[in-house]
């Protein structure tokens, strides 16, 4: 058999993965430059509110690439299991949420748990990708301003991180033959 002939599989789940864990290392060290800094003149808090810019901009790139990995790896589940004109046809419209709880019902009769911190991390990172990606301005009192609501943190970097793990692990639970080994080969991925 020829090179011209062999036939490879083309995702980019692990990619996605080794992005957002680079970006999310980067917010572990300036959180602690941050939490180390101590606020003392202007110049300061022009540099603490750069620290904090810089955090904003990473968690962005971590909870997108995230939801990438999220939605690139359901999707590619699918296909594997059904043909890809099955999955064009009849899976590929539902939103990502959907994807993870329908397909691997189809697959194995069983679905990743909806009562439990997966689950509604899942929904939490897709939920702040879609405010991201189809992102409105408006205006707002800066005394009604919550971290929340009108920062992207660390702490929402942390828990897309935490879904990609802990949602891969339940299906892995439910469907064994899942190889969620990249996972930690995100970490030192050379691709990305």
Not at 18 to 41: G, M, P
Not at 132 to 144: D, I, N, T
Not at 152 to 166: L, M
Request: include cysteine; glycine fraction near 4%.
């Amino acid at each position: 058999m020829s090179v011209d002939e062999l036939e490879i599989e083309l995702n980019n789940h692990l990619t996605f993965f080794a992005i957002a864990i680079r970006h999310y290392r980067q917010i572990e060290k300036l959180v602690k430059q941050r939490d180390k800094f101590k606020v003392k003149t202007d110049e300061d808090v022009d540099y603490s509110a750069g620290l904090n810019a810089s955090i904003q901009r990473d968690a962005m790139v971590t909870t997108i690439f995230c939801a990438l990995t999220l939605e690139a790896f359901i999707n590619s589940y699918g296909i594997s299991n059904f043909s890809k004109s099955y999955f064009d046809n009849h899976l590929d419209k539902l939103n990502p949420v959907s994807k993870w709880l329908i397909i691997p019902k189809l697959v194995t009769g069983r679905q990743i748990r909806t009562d439990g911190q997966g689950y509604e991390l899942l929904i939490g990172v897709f939920k702040l990708r879609d405010k991201l990606v189809h992102y409105k301005s408006r205006k707002k009192k800066v005394s009604e301003l919550t971290e929340e609501e009108d920062w992207v943190t660390e702490k929402h970097a942390q828990h897309s991180i935490e879904a990609v793990s802990i949602v891969l692990q339940e299906l892995k639970s439910i469907s064994p033959q899942v190889d969620v080994g990249w996972l930690e080969d995100a970490e030192h991925w050379p691709f990305a």
